[in-house]
């Protein structure tokens, strides 16, 4: 794993990353490889892993915002922390989905909840699946499927990778995707909550342009788990 810390202020990236080493420390943790950037130019053209992003908003050069969107852009799997005490930035950090605000100086207890949550959502988007087609095996990251789909006999699997026809069955599908951020909404359908859009009664709306149906008998408990996965990403 590797976190990278970007503000133009070295004491306080110095700080934080004590704070970092030291959570590692207290609950027997491998500590990672930790970064400091003091420009956003310099995390860009930086070429290893960003698996968790702290961000300053306000640094000479490239802001926040700017490092932010092109990470989302670039880099969808990056854990993003916003680190500001100008709550005019929120709107447009929000338009690259942020992991958490964070205010300085920091709470050292806050930041330790926070990263908690962030060290479970990093395990559960490196999550590994093998698909199995006729021609071949592709390996998926769990946050780069889209949708399970079963039609006519056809399973597909639909990612941000493109779609794969898969060997196996629905019943396969339901058993290896049992992570909290994967819905069977439908007999047809498993879906990955991180890639809902919106949803109604009866189609729920993906990010790759397509639906996948809702059964009405399921519309309470998809809505539920919905709004917990919302709360436990915000």
Known sequence: MRILICDDDKLFSEQLELLVVEYFQKHKLEIPDICIFDNGEALIADSGAKDIVFLDVEMPGRSGIYVGNYLAENNPNTIIFIITSFTEYLDDAMRFHV??????????????????????????????????????????????????????????????????????????????????????????????LSHVLQFGKELIQL????????????????????????????
């Open 99 to 192: 992991f958490r605000y964070l205010n300085k100086p920091l709470d050292k207890n806050r930041l330790y909840r926070n990263l908690k949550d962030a060290l479970c959502e990093y395990t559960t988007c490196s999550a590994k699946f093998l698909v199995e087609t006729k021609e071949q095996v592709v390996t998926l990251l769990a946050n780069e499927i889209i949708s399970v789909e079963t039609q006519n006999r056809v399973l597909t699997v639909h990612s941000t990778q493109g779609d794969y026809i898969s060997i196996h069955s629905m019943l396969y599908w339901q058993e290896i995707l049992v992570d909290a951020c994967f819905f069977q909404c439908h007999r047809s359908y498993i879906i990955n």
């Open 207 to 234: 990010t790759n342009n397509q639906h996948a149906y809702l059964t009405r008998r399921k519309y309470s408990s998809f809505k539920k788990a919905y709004m917990l996965y919302l709360e436990n990403t915000r």
